[in-house]
């Protein structure tokens, strides 16, 4: 068990695991009755962030709620968990605000894990500000079920190496939207994929726009075109829709 702080230090919650195995993952802990966790920082940030800026400038997102104690246990201490599956924008503005620079977020190696990872990586990309976003690839953990496992498995030097996989959170994403085409499918599923990736990548704010390059570019070579004719495609079916309420108030100004 543990307690769950506020940014300022206050306990806001006590939590407890599930002492026989639950079939629901959202039944596993245990939480004080009446008090909401809504708007709090993810778990142990509060003393991840309670040490020098150097020490909190990079954080590992995980899943569980012990993941984080067991970490400790080894020497990681930069590591913070969601305690489930879902966050809000909210959260990666509050973190930014505080100094931190980077968030990598390794989830558990299943279905809801990678679907909770592509969702944070919305969250993030939508906040005013946020931190880089990272994706450690939870399929780098294999065999391992979850971070946890890894380390326990492997040792904390196995799992400082398994971070230099980290790859960039919006590439990832972009990606992830293509699903299995590969530069060999055929060209309806390749240029579906890339109306998929495109449409995400069209809505993000211009503070992406080096992380969008980089995705375009990745995105063009797993559907087999070039980046030239990817980017030249997104800009006049994705891209300029933006701007078109900005150009429809400089018309009328004129």
């Given at each position: 068990?543990?307690?769950?702080?506020?940014?300022?230090?206050?306990?806001?919650?006590?939590?407890?695991?599930?002492?026989?195995?639950?079939?629901?993952?959202?039944?596993?802990?245990?939480?004080l009755?009446?008090?909401?966790?809504?708007g709090?920082?993810?778990?142990?940030?509060?003393?991840?962030?309670?040490?020098s800026?150097?020490?909190?400038?990079?954080?590992?997102?995980?899943?569980?709620?012990?993941?984080?104690?067991?970490?400790?246990?080894?020497?990681?201490?930069?590591?913070?968990?969601?305690?489930?599956?879902?966050?809000?924008?909210?959260?990666?503005?509050?973190?930014?605000?505080?100094?931190?620079?980077?968030?990598?977020?390794?989830?558990?190696?299943?279905?809801?894990?990678?679907?909770?990872?592509?969702?944070?990586?919305?969250?993030?990309?939508?906040a005013?500000?946020?931190?880089?976003?990272?994706?450690?690839?939870?399929n780098?953990?294999?065999?391992?079920?979850?971070?946890?496992?890894?380390?326990?498995?492997?040792g904390?030097?196995?799992?400082?190496?398994?971070?230099?996989?980290?790859?960039?959170?919006?590439?990832?994403?972009?990606?992830?939207?293509?699903?299995?085409?590969?530069?060999?499918?055929?060209?309806?599923?390749?240029?579906?994929?890339?109306?998929r990736a495109?449409?995400?990548?069209?809505?993000?704010?211009?503070?992406?726009?080096?992380e969008q390059?980089?995705?375009?570019?990745?995105?063009?070579?797993?559907?087999?075109?070039?980046?030239?004719?990817?980017?030249?495609?997104?800009?006049?079916?994705?891209?300029?829709e933006?701007?078109?309420?900005?150009?429809?108030?400089?018309?009328?100004?004129?």
């Amino acid at each position: 068990c543990g307690a769950w702080r506020h940014r300022h230090g206050r306990i806001s919650t006590i939590w407890s695991r599930a002492s026989a195995p639950v079939d629901d993952p959202a039944a596993k802990y245990l939480y004080l009755r009446g008090a909401g966790r809504t708007g709090l920082q993810p778990y142990g940030a509060s003393e991840v962030l309670g040490r020098s800026l150097l020490e909190r400038r990079e954080l590992v997102l995980v899943e569980g709620l012990l993941d984080v104690h067991h970490f400790r246990a080894r020497g990681v201490f930069n590591v913070v968990a969601l305690g489930g599956t879902s966050t809000r924008s909210s959260a990666f503005e509050a973190l930014a605000g505080l100094g931190v620079s980077t968030v990598t977020v390794c989830l558990d190696r299943d279905r809801p894990g990678r679907a909770a990872t592509a969702r944070i990586v919305d969250r993030a990309a939508a906040a005013a500000r946020s931190p880089a976003i990272l994706v450690l690839d939870a399929n780098h953990l294999a065999p391992s079920k979850d971070p946890d496992e890894f380390l326990r498995e492997h040792g904390p030097d196995a799992w400082l190496k398994l971070l230099g996989t980290r790859e960039c959170g919006i590439a990832w994403r972009a990606v992830e939207l293509l699903e299995s085409v590969m530069p060999d499918s055929n060209a309806p599923a390749r240029r579906a994929a890339l109306s998929r990736a495109g449409a995400w990548l069209g809505r993000l704010p211009a503070r992406l726009a080096v992380e969008q390059e980089d995705a375009v570019r990745m995105v063009a070579e797993r559907c087999g075109y070039s980046p030239e004719a990817v980017e030249r495609a997104f800009r006049a079916r994705f891209w300029v829709e933006q701007r078109r309420p900005e150009q429809a108030d400089v018309g009328r100004a004129l």
